[in-house]
């Protein structure tokens, strides 16, 4: 319908910017609701040639959702929980629900998606695209990990619903436009928290070293000197 596509210039300004330092200006902007839909859409871009230019909550720091007069395919109102097996650990999610509103909604149930990235804005869609990590990686690995099945729509309009990860994950979009995912998902875990410092940075590596062979430990994460006094810490590694 009309209210999924625009080529208001309010629009088209928004959608001239990721989280790069680019501006690239598409021609107009449509938000899918369907795989179905995004067929049909890749098919009429493809027969006329059309560039297209797929998103999700424009994450990307190398213009990866972005282009110059081009069709931005984005995924944002495809953003639902389509169902939850509690028992088994599985989840059905549509590719534009973000990670921050997909564990807002599993955190009543006391469980969670465990791969945290840096943006927490990003979709599901964007992280099987990227092959994503998160700070707890060290233990839990990239997205393939969590990753049952996936369906999406090529750049001809052939829709595909497969377990063959590799069609998708890390391809950073080529594949098509990913419009579902299978995933696995966990208990919310009980963590502790530790903090250690030093004045010298050689000193602090050389803990890390021992920690990364805790096999306890869920994620270690850094924090410089003037960041530690931002937030209240004494001026240490």
Known sequence: GTENVSESPLDLEAYSFCS?????KPS???WPRSLEQVRRLMLFANQGRAPVVLRGSGTS????????????????RMNKILKLDIKNKI????????????????RALNV???LSPINQAQTIGGMIALNCVGKESHSL????????EVEFADGTGKAFNTRKKEAVVGREGISGFITKAKLRITELP???????SSGELSELLGQVRNLKRDKEV???????????QEIGFESAY
């Not at 720091?61 to 944002?76: F, P, W």
């Open 190 to 196: 009980s963590i502790s928290v530790d903090i250690f």
């Open 112 to 114: 969670r998606f465990p």
């Open 218 to 228: 869920f994620f270690l994460e850094f924090i410089d000197k003037k960041t530690s």
């Open 61 to 76: 720091m190398s213009d990866g959702s972005i282009a110059d007069n081009a069709i931005v395919l984005c995924s944002e």
């Open 20 to 24: 790069s330092d680019s501006i690239l």
């Open 141 to 148: 690995g990239r997205m393939d990990a969590w990753l049952e």
């Open 91 to 106: 989840i059905e999610v549509e590719a534009g629900i973000k990670i921050d509103d997909l564990n807002a909604a599993l």
């Open 28 to 30: 107009t902007i449509i």
